[in-house]
């Protein structure tokens, strides 16, 4: 299985981006050394989360590096954000995301989308139906087909779903996961467990307790 640190190394944004940052257009602007942290801590979580809920990775560099370039004009006011930078910088990426998924839609004539809806997060569900397939091959081995699963996954609140993306499509634990969305552990350990449940009962099966060892 491919670890967290191993698929990072292969979603990177350039080495110069953060040149290109120390250099923004007609700006003097030097990038604070909090920020410089920042960016080498989470800027590749929030790459693999944006490329597998995008489906695209050209697309989630260019939400990435949105994201870094409000970020380094706004760092004051992301030092000041409840939940600190990186709870603000979560909420930015998914509003890009979103906003992203949303523009990228082409009406047909009838008015009807030529691609799947954004809250169908088609990419970012397969991915975290065969994670959690893996992870719970016991459990769901009585499972005739993963459509259930893939439905299941789709319908979950917004937060339990990033949790199940993070933590087993991705591979990120607990701690990582948290300090990625700006939460504390217990929150996504709640939110696991909640969106356990949900699948459970969407399923009609008994997953067990949630034994994840921190």
Do not use: C
Request: hydrophobic share 40%; no cysteine; net charge neutral.
């Amino acid at each position: 299985m491919t670890t967290p640190e191993e698929s990072d190394a292969q979603h990177t944004l350039p080495t110069s981006f953060r040149e290109e940052l120390n250099a923004l257009q007609g700006i003097d602007y030097e990038m604070p050394a909090a920020l410089d942290a920042f960016y080498r801590m989470y800027a590749r979580p929030q790459l693999r989360y944006a490329a597998t809920v995008l489906g695209d990775m050209k697309a989630a560099k260019a939400v990435v590096r949105r994201l870094y370039t409000h970020l380094a004009l706004n760092w004051p006011v992301a030092l000041l954000e409840e939940g600190g930078p990186e709870a603000y910088a979560w909420r930015l990426l998914k509003m890009r995301v979103e906003l992203h998924m949303r523009m990228t839609v082409t009406p047909t004539a009838d008015g009807r989308s030529t691609a799947p809806a954004a809250n169908e997060r088609t990419t970012a569900v397969h991915e975290a139906a065969r994670a959690t397939l893996e992870a719970m091959r016991k459990q769901l081995a009585a499972l005739e087909s993963p459509i259930g699963l893939y439905t299941a996954i789709a319908e979950l609140p917004e937060r339990q779903f990033d949790v199940m993306i993070l933590q087993y499509a991705l591979g990120y634990p607990s701690q990582q996961v948290a300090n990625i969305m700006g939460i504390n552990a217990g929150t996504v350990r709640t939110h696991r467990r909640l969106a356990r449940k949900r699948i459970a009962t969407k399923l009609g099966i008994d997953l067990g307790d949630d034994e994840e060892k921190e």
